[in-house]
């Protein structure tokens, strides 16, 4: 059973800008080699930019019974540790300065909190996982919960 998911989905203005780049590509290669060379090159443009687009929002952040997935990394509940849902300050300071270089990341500039989430395993060396989410209050919430029912 899913308790919590979330794709990390590259915000709409973005979508927008590649936009205006292939319109402008359009405006461009139209005006200098006319519509046979503008309109493929800005299709080329916007299908280049749509791909990208799409494997940058790929990854989902999930809860289940036993596992947190996050894109295809996956970590066993019962190893979960503390969990702190930061923002603001706390949150560029956590992806900055006091970031460990050992640390699991999937971070996106576009969204300004992040949740650290401790790894309980001796044999795992990543100290912890530093995830972006739209939602690190709920993220928080249902992996303290999870938590608890697995007896960690």
């Known amino acids: 059973m899913t308790r919590y998911h979330e794709r990390l989905t590259a915000p709409v203005r973005w979508w927008l800008y590649l936009l205006g780049l292939a319109v402008s ?43 947190l997935t996050v894109g295809r990394a996956r970590l066993p509940l019962s190893v979960v540790g503390t969990v702190e849902a930061l923002d603001g300050e706390a949150a560029r300071a956590a992806r900055g300065p006091e970031l460990d270089p050992r640390a699991y990341l999937t971070i996106r500039g576009y969204l300004p909190a992040v949740v ?3 790894v309980d395993d001796p044999a795992d060396p990543t100290p912890y996982w530093l995830v972006s989410t739209r939602r690190p209050e709920r993220l928080k ?12």
């Open 25 to 67: 590509a359009w405006i461009v290669y139209y005006y200098a080699y006319g519509p046979q060379v503008g309109a493929p090159v800005s299709g080329i443009v916007l299908v280049i930019g749509a791909c990208v687009l799409f494997a940058y929002s790929r990854p989902a952040v999930s809860v289940d019974d036993t596992t």
């Open 116 to 118: 650290r989430i401790g």
């Open 141 to 152: 919430a249902v992996l303290e919960a999870a938590r608890q029912t697995t007896g960690h």
